[in-house]
């Protein structure tokens, strides 16, 4: 599959077979790509294993449907908006192949000892019989992959005529002559096709025997090589990717499509964000529930342009800048153990806003919507985690018309300094999991969400000053 170039690949055991006829004497039995996913994937679902690790919020909707197409043996579609999680799927599928699969030794196409495809590798079958050398390919090296762009040819995908070979003396009517595309050199494995629409359609039709007839063809050679591969791919509904279509016949050949969606439920999304950010700094849950509410209303949003979608990465984003801009006060200001709060989530509102595409109307407007539904997210919070507490304590803190302040740049301490001993924080502490001996910074995070709740509850007033200090106090009661 995909990973660092540093991963090294898993050495096959020595006890396996190096030669057909120790295959055969092994009671090796020759499987074809979909029977090995339908067996593999009973077993799992028999013994309870997981199917599908690091997919998060499909268990009832979408994974479902993909089990059925793999048990029927279809090639499948995964349709949905960005960021939903179908690259992550399609890659999946490799966990359900065996760990180790036999290929005669030095084969480009993988063929299986038992089933040579091309000429050469039948002769060589032929000729050296159970001497047959067999090498062994681990699942990982059985996935390939192709983000279509439109430079995208026939030839990187099927394959063309390769002319060194031509100059080396053989006749162009040599299918030795051919070099091989990613798709037949993925022959008894998994191709994914990401992003299909954006393929030209052209190029889309030399899939279609691929696809039906399971063999290629190479400018008229006369070459049938039944391939063994399941071909899956991803798309934008079509409503929204103006950019190109996936052609009717191709959509035919495919058994299934899968509509995908974005998590239904906000644990859903919290797990997601859990799962895939890499935060620098620690970001209490309270915080998360913040970037999550965030994230699901910016998707949400009449503002912004629903059939292009908010990708998860954007709360992942959101997680890791909030993250960032802990640790960049911990760094300017000499802490140890940055926490993360609720006012370093305002960053978010300018530097992600190029992940959003907003309706036309909304133009010089965008900072300030996500600024509207950030508050929306955090009030939700606030109200969702703290309900039904005595916060008296936090209003009293300015009742005789001090302030406290906090922000980007006040650190821990100084905050915890401010606000002494408050009345009813354990409790506060206690429902946002901070625990009973919180650290400052958890401390901090916890009166700085209470301050923020309380004022966009209208119970506080809030100031912020130009450089970039908050300043909560009390409320003007002749304000609106």
């Not at 799927?89 to 030095?106: F, H, N, Y």
């Not at 089933?115 to 067999?134: C, E, I, K, M, W």
Request: proline share 6%.
């Amino acid at each position: 599959m995909t990973g660092d170039t540093d991963t090294v690949l898993p050495t096959p055991p020595a006890d396996l077979p190096r030669t057909a006829g120790e295959l055969r004497a092994a009671g090796h039995r020759y499987r074809t790509v979909k029977q090995e996913l339908r067996e593999n994937l009973l077993d799992r679902m028999r013994s309870g294993q997981p199917r599908f690790p690091g997919v998060v919020g499909y268990d009832d909707t979408v994974l479902p449907e993909v089990e059925r197409a793999l048990l029927a043996g279809h090639d499948l579609v995964l349709l949905g908006e960005r960021g939903q999680g179908k690259t992550r799927l399609l890659r999946s599928l490799v966990g359900l192949l065996d760990e180790w699969t036999p290929v005669i030794a030095g084969s480009e196409l993988n063929e299986h000892p038992l089933r040579p495809l091309t000429p050469t590798a039948r002769a060589l079958a032929a000729q050296a019989g159970d001497d047959l050398p067999v090498a062994w390919l681990h699942r990982s090296m059985r996935y390939g992959e192709k983000l279509a762009t439109p430079d995208t040819s026939v030839g990187d995908l099927i394959g063309d005529v390769d002319p060194i070979r031509v100059a080396q003396g053989r006749t162009l009517g040599d299918p030795e002559t051919i070099h091989f595309g990613l798709v037949p050199r993925t022959n008894r494995g998994i191709f994914a096709v990401n992003e299909l629409p954006d393929l030209a359609e052209r190029i889309q039709v030399s899939l279609l025997n691929v696809l039906e007839e399971r063999d290629i063809q190479v400018r008229g050679y006369q070459l049938r090589l039944p391939l063994d591969i399941l071909l899956v791919a991803s798309a934008n509904p079509e409503d929204y990717t103006n950019r190109g279509r996936i052609i009717t016949p191709l959509k035919d050949r495919f058994g299934a499509e899968v509509r995908t969606h974005y998590p239904l439920e906000l644990d859903l999304e919290l797990d997601l964000i859990r799962q895939e950010s890499d935060l620098v700094a620690a970001v209490p849950e309270h915080v998360l529930e913040v970037v999550a509410r965030f994230a699901r209303a910016v998707r949400e949003s009449p503002s912004v342009d629903a059939r292009s979608g908010v990708s998860a990465r954007f709360a992942i984003a959101a997680a890791e800048t909030v993250a960032a801009s802990a640790l960049r006060r911990a760094g300017l200001l000499g802490e140890t153990g940055p926490v993360a709060r609720v006012g370093d989530a305002v960053s978010v509102t300018s530097t992600l806003r190029g992940k959003v595409e907003f309706e036309s109307g909304e133009e010089g407007r965008e900072t300030e919507i996500l600024g509207h539904l950030l508050r929306t997210a955090t009030a939700e919070t606030f109200r969702a985690r703290l309900a039904g507490l005595d916060l008296s304590g936090f209003t009293d803190l300015v009742a005789q018309g001090e302030v406290v302040e906090t922000g980007e740049l006040v650190a821990a301490d100084e905050l915890l300094r401010q606000v002494g001993t408050v009345p009813g924080l354990a409790k506060v502490l206690d429902r946002l999991g901070l625990g009973d001996a919180p650290t400052p910074g958890e401390a901090a995070a916890g009166i700085e969400f209470t301050l923020e709740g309380l004022h966009l509850t209208r119970r506080l007033a809030k100031d912020v000053t130009d450089d970039g200090r908050t300043r909560y106090g009390v409320r003007d009661q002749g304000r609106g």
